[in-house]
């Protein structure tokens, strides 16, 4: 295996809140090689997005705060780089895409100004190039017309065609990892599809990294080769995407891939029932020692509630369940 | 093309508003105590029962008042305001000598108070809970709630009567006789404590509104995306989020503009500044209807005009606005 291109290791952010400390990510760690696509899947709130602006250091201080770890992008530690470093990287070597196409787009700057904006920033190109670059980037990522639609606002265009140029941003400069933090859940099912044969296709073409946080499995299952599974902050079991799917052994992960809906070709008067996983996602400064998913498991014994379980495996695949300790 | 309809039905409805607001005015101040032929003869030191019927003949006051009305903006299409009943000379030329120090000494306060105001606002967005932001809001809630004219009186005693940095009144000095570069020194030189003093009450209301503008705009995603782009902070705060905080400082501005006009009446009487609201208050006292009537037309046309001025800028700065749904 190669050197990885980015590394977390035990990484902690800390948010002050009126009811005390809440840990949001605890002793987070995982890798990724170039050119691969790491999915981050789980319920909201339990750290994946935090996640990512924790790379990209955009954790809002206050009331946020990185407690500890590293974070090495082709070895350079992250964490301890000065402001203006973290500038240079973000939207050039790593840049996200969010969750809000509607609204992650500045409503009075014209499309092409906003990517534009970032090539200029990064690569110093002229207004005219920038522009320029800025059809290029729109036609490659699906938009018909480019030239036209550079001078468009975002309410001219439609949430997937804004999710498009979201894309275009964050691919610009062409980055070694893409973060997409949720990119279709706004959107509807047909421009879902169509917006994930997009990453597909854009990462086989310039061959950049891409984390993919979805809750959507159905989208893991197309795109990832990793799999990481968090829940309160934590990271409970990571592995390649056939194991994860296929095997999983920790009761989180069981209970996300049976909560996704069965679509049967011919719905019988006993269809099968929708599961869920019972309870919910525990408040993170409330958090007792033990493990933060027993309170929710099936299969908890007196050692989950006391003693929370280490991540613990090989390189393939690790979990954090006291019921695998081997 | 789009715009010149726009523009055309724009100034239709400002001309009928005008003409509502005269015929709306000279109905009022009929209604107001007070003979205006008395008055009149009051000028002239005193008179007979059949001198004073002379000047009601003379002056069409013995006419119903609808066929007054009707004279009277008949001859106001021509530019004929009627004489003064005080100077004896045509009210237009009255308005006229008047009319630039008041536009001068309104337009120096409104950018002093957007200009100021706005910035203000920015610096204590950034540090809502700090120091800076409270001492703002403390200031604003000082100068928001001052009268105006108690105001102008304390900066007088204490910026021209204790510390003679400023003059007392007018709005140049007679006895320098200076032209050119040093009457515009000597000008401004006047200028600032009246401006200042109109400006401060609405200094407090920009700074307020534009904190609360702001802090709203900073919480916006496409905030966080200016910031993934690896944009300064300065280009984050002054580009992307101040451009769309100010819309709400333009539309207060402009709605503000008729109250800034009468705050320069009281103003002007302070300072003995020699424009429209001086000439407005003194008119009223002596019971001037012509002069009253014309300026009340002058106000009324720059508040429509400064509505206008609004609209346009609105549309240059917004393009939702300007371009629409398409």
């Known amino acids: 295996m190669s050197a990885p291109l980015l590394e977390l290791s035990d990484v902690e952010v800390e948010f002050r809140t009126r009811d005390g400390i809440a840990r949001v990510l605890n002793r987070v760690g995982f890798s990724l090689s170039s050119g691969s696509t790491l999915g981050i899947v789980g319920e909201s709130g339990c750290g994946k997005s935090m996640t990512a602006l924790t790379i990209m250091r955009l954790v809002p201080q206050p009331p946020g705060r990185i407690a500890g770890g590293i974070i090495r992008l082709d070895g350079e530690n992250l964490l301890t780089a000065t402001e203006a470093r973290m500038r240079e990287i973000r939207g050039n070597e790593v840049s996200m895409v969010f969750q809000e196409p509607m609204t992650s787009l500045n409503p009075v700057f014209s499309v092409g100004n906003q990517i534009a904006e970032t090539v200029r920033l990064h690569q110093g190109l002229s207004k005219r190039e920038a522009l320029d670059r800025a059809v290029e980037m729109l036609a490659a990522v699906g938009i018909p017309v480019p030239e036209r639609r550079i001078a468009e606002y975002p309410h001219q265009l ?134 933060a998913f027993a309170p929710r498991c099936n299969h908890a014994t007196a050692l989950c509630r006391e003693q929370a379980p280490p991540l613990e495996g090989g390189d393939e695949h690790r979990v954090a369940c006291w019921l695998h300790e081997r | 093309m789009q715009l010149t309809i726009i523009l055309g039905r724009r100034l239709f409805y400002a001309a009928a508003l005008i003409a509502a607001v005269v015929v709306l005015n000279f109905l009022l101040i009929r209604l107001a105590p007070g003979d205006p032929a008395l008055t009149i003869a009051g000028e002239m030191g005193g008179a007979t029962e059949e001198i004073i019927e002379d000047i009601r003949r003379t002056y069409g006051l013995d006419e119903p008042l609808h066929h007054q009305l009707l004279v009277y903006m008949k001859r106001m299409l021509s530019g004929d305001l009627g004489d003064s009943l005080f100077f004896n000379t045509p009210v237009m030329d009255l308005i006229l ?112 509104i534009s904190r609360a503008s702001m802090l709203d705009v900073l919480g916006a995603d496409y905030v966080r995306t200016a910031r993934a782009k690896g944009l300064s902070e300065r280009v984050v705060l002054y580009k992307h989020a101040l451009r769309n905080a100010v819309l709400p400082v333009v539309t207060l501005a402009g709605l503000q503009f008729g109250s800034m006009l009468s705050g320069a009446v009281l103003v002007e009487t302070v300072y003995n500044w020699p424009g429209l609201g001086q000439l407005a208050f003194e008119s009223i006292l002596r019971r001037d209807h012509p002069t009253i009537l014309g ?23 917004d393009p939702r606005i300007r371009t629409g749904r398409s």
């Open chain 1, 158 to 291: 439609s949430g997937g065609m804004r999710q498009r140029v979201m894309i275009a941003i964050g691919l610009a400069c062409g980055p070694r990892l893409l973060i997409a933090d949720e990119p279709t859940t706004a959107l509807d099912v047909t421009v879902q599809a169509q917006i994930f044969d997009l990453l597909i296709d854009l990462k086989e073409r310039t061959g950049t990294s891409i984390i993919l946080i979805t809750h959507d499995m159905g989208a893991i299952a197309e795109m990832a080769e990793r799999v990481v599974v968090m829940y309160a902050g934590r990271i409970v079991e990571e592995g390649p995407v056939e194991v994860i799917l296929g095997d999983p052994l920790h009761p989180y992960t069981r209970g996300l891939i049976n909560c996704v809906p069965h679509l049967e070709e011919r719905p019988s008067p006993e269809r099968r029932p929708l599961t869920e996983i019972a309870g919910m996602v525990p408040a993170l400064t409330a958090l007792g020692r033990g493990c």
């Open chain 2, 97 to 208: 000598a008047r009319l630039g120090p008041t536009v001068l000494l309104v337009m120096t306060a409104m950018t002093l108070a957007v200009t100021l105001g706005s910035f203000l606002g920015v610096l204590a967005a950034r540090n809502p809970e700090g120091l800076f932001s409270n001492l703002i809001t403390v200031l604003s809630l000082v100068g928001y709630s001052a009268p105006v004219f108690w105001t102008g009186i304390m900066l007088l005693i204490v910026f021209s009567a204790m510390i003679p940095l400023f003059p007392l009144s007018g709005m140049y000095d007679v006895r320098l006789g200076a032209t050119g570069l040093a009457l515009a020194v000597d000008v401004l030189h006047h200028l600032i404590l009246p401006a200042f003093t109109l400006g401060i009450i609405f200094l407090a209301q920009y700074s307020r």
């Open chain 2, 295 to 317: 300026i009340l037309f002058f106000a009324s046309g720059m508040v429509v005009v400064a509505n206008l001025l609004t609209d346009l800028t609105y549309r240059i700065i």
